[in-house]
């Protein structure tokens, strides 16, 4: 969990909470979300 919170702070909007409203962090969250499984899954060859 820890390796995938340090994840996120690839993502600058997450790390500096630059979004305006509560609705545009959450989706910020999910769409890195999605795009580090999508990364894990890539290099495990899981696709």
């Known amino acids: 969990m820890e ?3 340090g ?3 690839e993502f600058k909007r ?3 909470r630059s979004d305006t409203t509560d609705e545009s962090f959450a ?3 999910h769409l890195a979300a999605a795009v ?3 990364r894990l899954m ?3 060859g899981l696709d």
């Open 3 to 5: 390796n995938f919170l």
């Open 7 to 9: 994840r996120f702070k």
């Open 14 to 16: 997450i790390a500096m």
């Open 27 to 29: 989706a910020m969250i």
């Open 36 to 38: 580090i499984g999508s």
């Open 42 to 44: 890539s290099q495990h």
